[in-house]
């Protein structure tokens, strides 16, 4: 069955300093993976995905992902953090044969002055 | 651009009571879902749908329902709603079952 680790619960980044939030997902084929942002009180918003092709995916609002199959990993990054980037972030592992996504239990990240 | 909608942002019910919430999508999408969203534990799916009148369990299932007359609206239905079912509720959709899926705004219920 997919699963999907975010071993960090919360992370706190000094504003401007980069970013990178850990996924990691289980699954024996090539998946479909995903990162989305909430807001909050908002619902989740589609940063980036990756299918196939290039490992290294951008995304909206300066974020990037690299899929590493070695090392069953999906980490997201940003080279320079803002105050508004503060908000929960999720994995989320799907596959062709699938008829649902798996997320994981989020990272929140909080972002200080 | 894409939208999915859920009637209430906020709702409080008292024990017992039956709940609905409403989603609706305007991207002709096959596939919707539920989830409950609770801290620490993420995104858990309920049900989804992908079809009309067509639906699956996800995870947790018990203690709700759903239904699906037209492609465009998903309701969630607690029959009887109990104290641990206070939750942040989602509704999203897809095109295709494994690809993206759009979020609504959520609902927060509240039961008393």
């Known amino acids: 069955a997919q699963s999907v680790t975010q071993p960090d619960i919360h992370i706190t980044v000094s504003e401007g300093a980069s970013l990178e939030l850990r996924c990691n997902y289980s699954?024996?084929?090539?998946?479909?993976l995903f990162w989305y942002v909430q807001s909050p009180g908002q619902g989740l918003q589609l940063l980036l995905k990756?299918?196939?092709?290039?490992?290294l995916v951008q995304g909206i609002k300066g974020f990037e992902a690299e899929f590493k199959r070695s090392q069953s990993s999906f980490n997201l990054r940003k080279p320079s953090v803002h105050w508004s980037d503060a908000a929960e972030y999720f994995c989320?592992?799907?596959?062709?044969?699938?008829?649902?996504?798996?997320f994981g239990t989020g990272t929140r990240l909080l972002v200080s002055p | 651009d894409v939208k999915v909608t859920q009637s209430s942002r906020y709702l409080v019910k008292r024990t017992g009571e039956k709940v609905f919430l409403e989603c609706v999508q305007d991207m002709d999408h096959e596939n919707m879902f539920w989830y409950r969203q609770d801290p620490g534990l993420g995104l858990r799916l309920i049900y989804f749908?992908?079809?009309?009148?067509?639906?699956e369990k996800g995870d947790i299932p018990e203690g709700y329902s759903v239904s699906r007359e037209k492609k465009e609206r998903f309701s969630l239905i607690l029959e009887s709603a109990s104290t641990n079912q206070t939750s942040m509720y989602l509704c999203?959709?897809?095109?295709?079952?494994?690809?993206?899926?759009?979020f609504g705004p959520g609902t927060r219920l509240t039961v008393l």
């Open positions: 699954y024996g084929a090539t998946p479909y």
């Open positions: 989320a592992v799907g596959a062709r044969s699938f008829q649902k996504l798996v």
């Open positions: 749908s992908y079809d009309v009148k067509m639906k």
């Open positions: 990756y299918f196939s092709g290039d490992t």
């Open positions: 999203a959709s897809s095109l295709v079952t494994a690809d993206t899926q759009y």
